[in-house]
């Protein structure tokens, strides 16, 4: 007669105070009390959700059961065919996405190139404008790309702000009223945040982003219903930004949690590193020191290739290959015209234009040492490829850097900017096997556990499914969800 009573009282409960404005029905079994919720307004159609509850205590019980969720993407760039290799790291994370999830569109602006005068199409980046389609389907993932006006020297203060809204809204509108979707995600705090939090305001949906850049805007935080860092370093950077400290953050609101990289394939290690070193025309027995990214002065290119000369110097084993040319959108005209004033660094020195992802894996294998020169990164994914590699590292000791090592000894930090320290540590490496042996092991294991792409996109969906159910539920239930928890801290 109890046991009756227990289940009659904890029906009521659940029926009439947490489900004042859903329409709810409870199942009874042995295991506990089951609630069915049909989530109604702001998606088309009806979301069926399942959760289970104690018997004795009325706690909620995790379930096996979880939301499948339709995610709209918004990013800047994402790859076009005039540049295929914008945004790879975007689309990387969105073809993750796409294993969790029921449906995922990617929503990325385009700029509008008119097609008079017809001088705007001679510059390179113009030129690579002009082939963006406005929709297109890329690995079975739909691209929307609606056009926004861009202004040379003034197109991020609009892009950033309620321009880009205006012109997007229309294509986020059609899109969700025939898709229906859950939330958005960006993946760039600076360019996208401001786009993804006014869309999902008009959408009457979650937002969440990833911040991966030098700047946290205060304003795009406190609109945003989740916030993803990709360190720590970027955490307690918005923390200072909305003048508080970090652990007062909201820990359901501001989580660190890389976005990762892709499992490497498996490659014929030794075949691909013949083929390719005699691609570069470099000796078997030499030490290739690689370096993979956008070459700027902001990545570090310009003190790699003098602590190449100074190693260079002590070791005439060492070769460098630089990864990632793309004249017009880079400074490779400013590096190629430094490597003329030194005819010394001229034959130890490879420029090669930048590549589809899966040529970079085969680059990797071709390397004996990584050579990460960056100022400033929110998370290198270029170096955690190369850890995951077993290809030993040497880098600055920036903070995301520092956060990849955690005192585990798995690569190679000199202090910032110090050149002479790294050419020391790159002459060091290049004669020591064992250690390269050992750096390369410990790195691998340090990646696998906490950077892989899909355990990290899986754990952001789990994130993002509690914010879409505190936002869908009545507000009766988040009031006791709320206060439940506040008790549960307090006696923890």
């Known amino acids: ?146 056009a926004y006006i861009h202004l040379p020297r003034f197109g991020n203060a609009i892009w950033s702000g309620l321009g880009a809204f205006l012109c997007s809204r229309h294509a ?33 949906i979650p937002a969440a982003c990833w911040a991966a850049g030098e700047r946290i805007p205060a304003r795009t935080v406190r609109h945003l219903d989740l916030v993803f860092y990709q360190s720590r370093e970027l955490f307690e950077m918005a923390a200072r930004v909305l003048r508080t400290s970090p652990h007062r953050l909201p820990h359901k609101q501001h989580v660190v949690l890389p976005r990762g990289i892709p499992e490497p394939p498996a490659l014929p290690r030794a075949e691909i590193r013949s083929r390719v070193r005699a691609a570069w025309g470099i000796p078997d027995d030499a030490i290739v020191v690689l370096s993979v990214g956008r070459v700027t002065r902001e990545k570090g290119i310009f003190e790699l290739l003098e602590a190449v000369t100074l190693a260079a110097a002590r070791d005439p084993r060492l070769f460098c290959v630089i990864v990632g040319c793309k004249p017009g959108f880079d400074e490779t005209t400013m590096v190629q015209a430094a490597l003329v004033n030194a005819p010394s660094l001229t034959a130890r020195v490879r420029l090669v234009p930048a590549c589809a992802p899966e040529q970079v894996w085969e680059y990797l294998c071709a390397a004996d040492i990584f050579a990460f020169t960056s100022h400033k990164e929110g998370m290198p994914n270029a170096l955690l490829e190369a850890l995951v590699m077993r290809v030993p590292a040497v880098a600055f000791g920036i903070p995301p850097v520092l956060e990849i090592d955690s005192g585990s000894g798995g690569l190679i930090t000199v202090r910032p900017f110090d050149v002479a320290l790294f050419a020391e540590a790159l002459v060091r490496l290049a004669s020591s096997s064992s250690q390269r042996i050992r750096l390369a092991e410990i790195g691998h294991g340090q990646v696998m556990a906490r950077f892989m792409v899909r355990k990290n996109m899986a754990e952001a969906l789990r994130h993002l499914r509690g914010v879409h159910g505190r936002r869908t539920i009545a507000p009766g239930a988040a009031a006791l969800t709320t206060l439940s928890e506040r008790a549960a801290e307090d006696r923890s």
């Open 172 to 204: 986020a509108r059609n899109i969700h009223r025939r898709v229906g979707f859950h939330a958005i995600i960006s993946f760039d705090l600076i360019a996208a945040g401001g786009l993804a939090w006014r869309l999902a305001r008009d959408l009457r």
């Open 1 to 146: 007669m109890a046991r009756r009573s227990a289940r009659q009282r904890w029906r009521r409960r659940l029926i009439k105070n947490e489900f004042s404005s859903a329409r709810a029905a409870a199942i009874y079994s042995r295991e506990g009390i089951y609630r069915d919720v049909w989530l109604i307004g702001a998606v088309r159609g009806r979301v069926r959700k399942r959760e289970r509850f104690s018997w004795t205590t009325g706690r909620r019980i995790r379930d096996t059961t979880v939301l499948k969720m339709n995610v709209l993407v918004v990013v800047t760039n994402y790859p076009f065919p005039g540049h295929e290799f914008s945004g790879l790291f975007n689309e990387r994370s969105v073809l993750a996405l796409r294993e969790f999830c029921d449906t995922v569109e990617v929503l990325a602006p385009r700029p509008y190139v008119p097609r008079w005068p017809p001088v705007l199409n001679l510059t390179p980046r113009w030129r690579a404008y002009a082939t963006i389609r406005e929709y297109e389907v890329r690995n079975g993932v739909p691209v929307h790309r609606p």
